[in-house]
């Protein structure tokens, strides 16, 4: 039971995936997106990571991808004219990719490890807290980093030239 | 696990290759930067996908950095795509052309 809904997100997933690249408008590919993150942060929940799936939908989708809806918006953009070069290569992606999942499922053979079992608080806010601030607090302060350096780039990128001098 | 981790792992690098497959054929710079945001969430599935078949918490750190870096990527890029949108008039890719000797 439990495993149809594993598959029946995985392939909503890669067809709001496909509609990302096969719609022209780009308003609609980035609400596709939305849809795309909402099954993939169902597939976390499924797979025992209930705190990133509820991070995935609260920073992904409500602050990433709505800063980019904004932007589209605020820009008014339009629908992309569309060469036949375009066109073609779009179709032919969707030929492609089946025929390179079904070699992966040939080759990718992950049968020599052996199932672990699972800690009862695998992936609760508690455990995933204490690791993030215990054993990989280098991590965590380095993305701190990462934040401050990209607030101060957009600081000094959205300013106008005189006021830089 | 509930499904085996090749599965997990070949719906990664589908949704991977989609990302990829839409740089290349988008030219708006906008879906570029949703394909690439695609591209990370696909890195986000393989190592939720690993952590959970491993039983290792890794993973989860690692998803979490990531997040936090794609935040930081799509504030940078959006106000490059506005300062871009003042200079140029344009948002297709094709019109950063400004380096070309």
Known sequence: MIENLFYGFASLAVIFAYMVILIRNPIHSGLSLIGSFFCVSALFVLMKAPFLGVIQILIYTGAILVLFLYVMMLLNVKEEEETTWQMVSKYFTLVLVPVGMFFSFKVLNFKRLAARELSEDFGSVFSVGESLLGSYVFVFELASVVLLAAMIGVVVLTKRKEELD | ?101
């Open chain 2, 1 to 101: 696990m509930l499904v085996p981790l090749t599965h997990m792992m070949t719906l990664s690098f589908v949704l991977f290759s989609i990302g990829v497959a839409g740089v290349f054929i988008r030219k708006d710079v906008l879906t570029v930067f949703l394909c690439v945001e695609l591209i990370l969430n696909a890195a986000n599935l393989a190592f939720v996908a690993v952590a959970n078949a491993f039983g290792d918490e890794f993973g989860h750190v690692a998803v979490v950095t990531i997040i936090a870096i794609a935040a930081a990527e799509a504030a940078v890029g959006l106000s490059i795509v506005i300062k871009l949108h003042s200079d140029k008039k344009s948002m297709k890719l094709s019109s950063l052309n400004e380096l070309r000797g």
